[in-house]
């Protein structure tokens, strides 16, 4: 075994793989294999959906033989449940975890009987000796909406079914003291209820919400963005700081069909804006993680871990050290760049790469120093700045950029900044930006640095676009402190998971019962329509014997025996699949009113009555 990684890199991405409906998907799948051979920081892990052909698999596996040497195809169902999960080190174990709720028995023109195959993708990844030198991976695709975001879509209780039984897996990983990681096509936005379930059940965190917990809670016609009241963002904003992944602009699939077709014709080069808005953009992949180690090691509150953890030892010989946890570095969107021959995105998704570090949070002592020697600066500082004479009129600009962000403290001098010095330093400090974000392969976003910054600014946000984030997460700017890695394993960020409020539960309930009254409707119209037809083809056998001459004998009976083909069909989903889908129904809901019963601090015996069939709100 390799020396223990202190840093640990992963990658997500919906590859778009169907085999009969996905465009091009040989070449892209082999591209995106060669991508994730290639693409720095090199991955350790990556989690594949929608990869439903073998072949495709293989392709991949190829391209990253020596980057990702082990992987692991999953096979469910008839049709297969596409999803991969490739690794550097040893799969230790692995299993399939079907999903209870996946797909409606009235949706299989849709394809929901071979999406009754997803689940979840799990994998023990060993990669150290110890006990606890293991990562849990889940990878998953949950159920889609189908373009329907409204509460009354009768695929919002097989999500959150979804939800709830990730985040059991999840936390059973988290208990054994295993670092887990879930990598998912989550097929919702952030805060919404199953986000808000998954994260309220199971000890795992959204890396990106982490760095940028200002980011957007999915597309401008989303309910929860509206009512934030921010401006359309623009297509690179949505990119950086809103980790857009899916209906970006930079997609050329999310892209309409005559610029799509004028694209394969190759007529005119197919240049986005970085400043084009982009109303459709939403995050729905994402990287859930653990802090690792020990659950029961990590204090509920940053007073007890300076208190507890961080105190001398009995022997005065030194500082105890509060148990290292794992954090965020960085987390970015990746895979935008377009085939280099067909000249289309890879994927109708972009691709969700994280950095996470093993951190052993500093020592009291040292954060005392530290502290100290911090406000001798700032001391220091004021002092100096209280001599410096004050800024002028017209240095304006400069000091809006500042307060902007574009020019940082330590960019400045401590006296007044002359234009041309501030100009001359804004272009050097945009230069080596850009040219990060380009070895990166990011979006070049424009920014300002002459004196119309301010008029440039105020008309581009009059136009209804982003120009930086308005609430800039204070993690994202220190992501590479220590400090900031301290934070996040305090417990005012990492302790007890936040808890559903009771209306969550109520509501949750709410939609499992209207859900189940939609089932059984159904599910008593597919034996009535079996009844109807039965009728109606014996009625055709024997009325064929009253028609003059036997005319119209054979449309008769042909109509009526298809029509009752279709009803034996509706049976059979009736019998079996209705009725299988309603007693899941039952399960869940008996889950949920316990979890609440339990969260709101029922006693045992109200437990025993939960999800009694006196409560039910259905007609059975």
């Excluded at 794992?326 to 790469?353: I, N, T």
Aim: aromatic share 8%.
């Amino acid at each position: 075994m390799d020396q223990l990684p202190i840093e640990l890199n992963v990658i997500t991405l919906n590859c778009w793989g169907r085999k009969y409906t996905s465009v091009h998907r040989e070449e892209r799948l082999t591209a995106i294999g060669r991508y994730l051979a290639t693409t720095e920081p090199v991955p350790h892990i990556a989690a594949l959906q929608e990869c439903f052909e073998y072949e495709d698999y293989l392709s991949i596996r190829r391209e990253t033989r020596f980057a990702l040497p082990f992987g692991k195809f999953y096979h469910s169902g008839a049709f297969s449940c596409g999803l991969v999960i490739l690794s550097r080190w040893p799969i230790e174990e692995t299993s399939m975890v079907p999903f209870s709720l996946c797909g409606r028995p009235a949706g299989f023109f849709r394809g929901d009987l071979s999406l009754g195959s997803q689940g979840v993708a799990c994998a023990r990844i060993r990669y150290g000796e110890g006990e606890e030198d293991v990562v849990e991976v889940f990878n998953t695709n949950t159920h889609p909406s189908y373009g329907d975001p409204s509460q009354n879509n009768s695929y919002n209780v097989h999500r959150l079914s979804q939800a709830w039984e990730i985040a059991k897996l999840v936390r059973n990983a988290s208990e054994r003291g295993h670092l887990a990681v879930v990598l998912a096509d989550f097929n919702a936005a952030p805060l919404s209820l199953p986000y808000r379930l998954l994260t309220s059940h199971a000890a795992i965190r959204d890396a990106w919400r982490v760095l940028y917990p200002d980011s957007s809670l999915g597309p401008t016609s989303n309910e929860l963005e509206r009512a934030r009241d921010r401006p359309i963002p623009t297509a690179a904003f949505n990119v950086t700081e809103n980790g857009v992944t899916s209906n970006s602009a930079y997609n050329t699939w999310a892209w309409s069909r005559s610029e799509q077709r004028a694209l394969r014709s190759g007529k005119r080069p197919m240049l986005i804006s970085p400043e084009i808005p982009d109303e459709d953009g939403q995050r729905v992949d994402y990287i859930f993680f653990s802090r690792g180690g020990d659950p029961h090691a990590s204090p509920t509150d940053l007073s007890e871990i300076l208190s507890a953890h961080n105190t001398y030892t009995d022997d005065g010989a030194g500082i105890a050290q509060s148990p290292p946890g794992w954090v965020v570095k960085d987390v970015r969107v990746g895979l935008m760049a377009r085939h280099p021959d067909l000249g289309c995105s890879l994927s109708d998704h972009f691709s969700v790469e994280a950095t996470l570090i093993l951190h052993t949070p500093t020592p009291l002592r040292h954060r005392r120093r530290r502290r100290s020697r911090s406000r001798s600066r700032s001391k220091s500082r004021s002092r100096s700045n209280s001599r410096a004479p004050s800024a002028t009129l017209g240095d304006e600009a400069t000091m809006v950029l500042k307060r902007s962000g574009t020019v940082s403290r330590s960019q400045t001098p401590r006296g007044t900044p002359t234009t041309n010095t501030t100009t001359n330093n804004l272009s050097n400090i945009n230069l080596k930006e850009k040219k990060k974000e380009k070895e990166r392969g990011r979006p070049i976003t424009p920014s300002f640095t002459s004196t119309d910054a301010v008029g440039a600014r105020a008309a581009a946000v009059e136009q209804g676009t982003y120009l930086q984030s308005p609430t800039a997460s204070s993690y994202r700017r220190g992501s590479r402190d220590r400090a900031a890695w301290d934070l996040q394993l305090s417990s005012s960020e990492l302790g007890t998971p936040p808890r559903l409020p009771l209306a969550a539960y109520d509501e949750i309930l709410h939609l499992i019962a209207v859900h189940a009254a939609r089932t059984y409707r159904q599910r008593r119209l597919g034996i009535a329509n079996f009844a109807l037809w039965t009728t109606i083809l014996v009625g055709s056998y024997v009325g064929i014997w009253f028609l003059p001459g036997g005319k119209g004998a054979f449309g008769l009976l042909a109509g009526s025996s298809l029509g009752f083909a279709a009803g034996v069909l509706t049976l059979i989903l009736s019998v079996f699949f209705y009725a299988a889908e309603l007693n899941k129904l039952d399960e869940f809901e008996w889950e949920i009113r316990n979890a609440k019963a339990v969260i709101s601090g029922m006693g045992p015996d109200a437990l025993v009555h939960q999800g009694s069939e006196e409560e039910k709100v259905w007609p059975r």
